[in-house]
Nanobody
Framework: QVQLVESGGGLVQSGGSLRLSCAAS????????VGWYRQAPGKERELVAQ???????NVADSVKGRFTISRDNAKNTVYLDMNSLKPDDTAVYYC???????????????WGQGIQVTVSS
């Protein structure tokens, strides 16, 4: 089993910054993608950003220019640096891991429990 533990959430004023961390443990294969998702009350869960094994990233248009995703393989940790936060960014943020042994093998998906981010006006 793989476990994902998120940390770094909390309450911040509009325009402020937060860093979210996702620490992974267990059997993680070489081919993997880590994504940050978020879900606000009454809304669907949406992809915020993702990072691939060798470093390329994808960031949603709604947060482009404000959020940055990165990883530290030595620590098995992925970060989401959030700047210029807005009240609309308020949501529960989830870490997601998709991993496989090779490109033709079965993929395995894991989710963190979620962490609250609240941005006040």
């Amino acid at each position: 089993q793989v476990q994902l533990v998120e940390s770094g959430g909390g309450l911040v004023q509009s325009g402020g910054s937060l860093r979210l961390s996702c620490a992974a443990s267990g059997r993680i294969f070489s081919f993997n993608t880590v994504g940050w998702y978020r879900q606000a009350p009454g809304k669907e869960r949406e992809l915020v950003a993702q990072i691939f094994s060798l470093g390329p990233t994808n960031v949603a248009d709604s947060v482009k220019g404000r959020f940055t995703i990165s990883r530290d393989n030595a620590k098995n940790t992925v970060y989401l640096d959030m700047n210029s936060l807005k009240p609309d960014d308020t949501a529960v943020y989830y870490c997601n891991l998709l991993t496989r042994l090779n490109l033709l093998s079965t993929s395995y998906e894991y989710w963190g429990q979620g962490i609250q981010v609240t941005v006040s006006s």
